[in-house]
């Protein structure tokens, strides 16, 4: 990240097909996004906020303009670099869990290690450690089925965390649960935000997570309509 | 890596045990049938030979010609020199003199009257000489239902139902009316030295089996038989060789009496040309039939299995796990479904076509009043393919199945994968 940028988006157009014509779910964003930011895109369905998230996962490519992500021109990787950006650098966390069912929390949370091929001790020291950054030291052998929608959540942002991503991208982290565990899980990212220096960006139209976010991008229409940044009370940004 | 995903296979019964039964039951299906198809075709060929056709079979030209009739007055004469130089000409055949014939027995009361009669089929046989394979051959010892076997002459083996039918117990007098070598009447007493039952109804329906000594005799055949019967040593039929060997004897006596002698194969028989051919090309077709179902079943698996991982997959590739890493992956899973299904259907299916051949299934309710010489029991004869045919459904279709499934991993698009684990 030569100019501390973690995220940066020149002219982005997302255009999809639809029928003889075509649909632009993304119109020209400039955005500038840098390390340890805690933002989020925010908008109602269909103003290109998950678009937008899957261009900057590298999941998906731009129609025109450029997104650099990590210092990488996200239109140029191939199908196995982009992999290797996620693999390396990104965590994700979705709307609904998406744990394996069959392993034990410890194994959901090893497994992004797994891919990055760490030995065994070190495995096991990052997996202990992500897992008391969400308060699951003592939930290392359950499995998904046996912990509640809030632990899930925790133990998916471990396994975004586990690698110590540069950046972080979170669909509706909050959307199934209830409001005691949103708080608890969006007190959890923004600590570890804070702690370990990881850039948080979500896509979300929750006024639960919206109260939590630092830097506020309203998108409609494909469009950055509104790009807000809380002032802390020194009246910093 | 290898430990986490054989423990995620090993958990998830229904990406292994359940797969692992599938293929089992489908593997253990294609062998026991294969075995069982080649058990059932093979009997009959082998009951067929055993009782009258033999593997190879000299006769007169003119007897060959009607063959079905038994006409002993065109038997072959001098059957004794024929038999020794058959020996000689073909070593490792075994030869048997038979007379087959047809008549009537008749079943007297203690007053001599007739009490019953039915119509019979005969079989001279050697049964007096020491060291003679023919009792072993019809296996007569196994088959004997009551009574003895024929210690002396002008005893008979009488067939069991027949017997109870005509009131005939061993030690009884049964009178043979039939047909002499010279066209007059021949009437013979012999007594039931006990019955038999050969679990085919053709046999079983109506037969008396004698020494050939005494048959001679009872149809005035001094050293004439009806057969010559040559069995193969190795005791199976090869039709190629049988074609052949009866080739070359037929090239040497080519005489065109129709007295000379003439071989036929086992195939070159009656219809049992047809049934020959049958019988190995029906046993692969039935054999490929089933393995294409159950290739077709097994792919299904395979293909259903990748189906249902729809949404670990997904994960896995967003998490950055590569597409080419991921296929792999699952091909090596369904290697190891395959090959434990293959094995394990293997052994069992062997384990019941094994039961099968020793044991055997009776069938003889169902087959009253057939004409044609099939076994009543019902055996498998386990083969060499038996021990690598189920793979072919078992691992390959399993593998291709999820092969085919996996290619969906390739054009699977990961700008869909947020909305698509959103599910």
């Known amino acids: 990240m030569e100019n501390g940028l973690v995220i940066e988006t020149k002219k982005l157009v997302k255009k999809f097909p639809v029928g003889k014509g075509e649909f632009i779910a993304l119109n020209g964003i400039d955005l500038k996004i840098g390390k340890g930011e805690f933002a989020g895109l925010i908008g109602p369905s269909g103003s290109g906020k998950t678009t937008l998230l899957n261009i900057i996962g590298s999941l998906d490519m731009p129609s025109s303009g450029e997104a650099v992500v990590l210092d990488r021109p996200v239109s140029t990787l191939s199908s196995r670099e982009a992999a290797s950006l996620r693999k390396e650098s990104i965590g994700f966390i979705f709307q609904s869990y998406n744990l394996l069912a069959v392993h034990t929390v410890f194994e959901n949370v090893e497994f992004p290690l797994l891919l990055l091929n760490y030995n065994s001790a070190d495995r096991r020291k990052m997996v202990n450690d992500a897992l008391s950054w969400v308060g699951l030291s003592d939930k290392t052998r359950s499995k998904p089925p046996q912990l509640s929608g809030g632990e899930c959540q925790r133990v998916a942002i471990a396994r975004a965390m586990v690698k110590k991503p540069s950046l972080v991208l979170a669909d509706e982290p909050t959307a199934n649960l209830d409001a005691a565990n949103s708080h608890n899980i969006l007190t959890t990212m923004e600590t570890l935000n804070r702690e370990l220096g990881t850039t948080f960006l979500f896509a979300t139209h929750d006024e639960k997570v919206i109260s939590y976010l630092k830097r506020k991008i309203f998108l409609v229409d494909g469009r950055i309509d509104r790009d807000e940044v809380k002032q802390n009370q020194n009246g910093e940004k | ?423």
């Open chain 2, 1 to 423: 890596m290898i430990r986490f995903l054989l423990q995620g296979l090993l958990r998830d019964k229904s990406r292994s045990l359940l797969p692992v039964i599938v293929v089992t039951a489908g593997v253990m299906l294609t062998v026991w049938l294969h075995a069982y198809i080649n058990g059932f075709m093979g009997d009959i060929i082998d009951t067929n030979a055993r009782f009258s056709n033999g593997h190879l079979k000299v006769m007169s030209k003119a007897y060959a010609d009607n063959m079905d009739e038994f006409p002993n007055d065109l038997a072959l004469l001098d059957a004794d020199s024929m038999t020794a130089v058959l020996g000689k000409e073909f070593p490792s055949v075994s030869w048997a003199q038979r007379i087959r014939f047809g008549g009537l027995l008749d079943a007297p009361d203690k007053n001599g009257e007739t009490k019953a009669q039915g119509p019979v089929f005969g079989i001279g046989l050697d049964l007096l000489s020491p060291g003679s394979e023919e009792i072993e051959r019809l296996n007569l010892k196994k088959s004997l239902r009551s009574g003895s076997l024929p210690r002396e002459h002008f005893e008979a083996l009488i067939s069991d139902d027949f017997a109870k039918k005509l009131r005939v117990n061993p030690g009884d007098k049964v009178t043979l009316i039939s047909s002499a070598m010279d066209g007059s009447v021949a009437i013979y007493n012999f007594v039931a030295s006990g019955t038999v039952s050969f679990g085919s109804e053709v046999l079983d329906r109506g037969t008396i089996i004698a020494d050939i000594t005494d048959v001679r005799e009872a149809l005035n055949m001094p050293d004439a038989s009806g057969e010559i019967l040559g069995f193969f040593k190795g005791g199976y039929y090869d039709d190629e060789l049988a074609l052949s060997d009866a080739g070359s004897f037929n090239a040497v006596h080519k005489s065109a009496g129709e007295f000379a002698p003439v071989m036929r194969s086992l195939s070159q028989q009656g219809n049992m040309d047809q049934y020959v051919k049958l019988s190995s090309v029906y046993a692969s077709y039935i054999a490929i039939i089933f393995m294409v179902a159950m290739s077709l079943v097994l792919w299904n698996a395979g293909l259903l299995g990748g189906l249902r991982r729809y949404g670990e997959i997904g994960l896995r590739l967003a998490m950055g796990e590569e597409k080419g890493h991921v296929y792999r992956t699952m091909l090596t899973e369904s290697v190891v479904i395959g090959l434990t299904g293959s094995v394990t259907g293997t052994i069992i299916g062997l384990f019941f076509a094994w039961l099968l051949q020793k044991y055997g299934i009776d069938m003889s309710g169902i087959m009253k009043g057939t004409s044609i010489m099939i076994p009543s029991v019902v055996r498998a004869h386990i083969t060499t393919p038996d021990f690598y045919l189920g793979f072919i459904p078992g691992l390959i279709s399993t593998v291709t199945g999820t092969a085919l499934s996996g290619i969906g991993i390739y054009k699977r698009q990961t700008a869909r994968l947020f909305k698509e684990l959103e599910v």
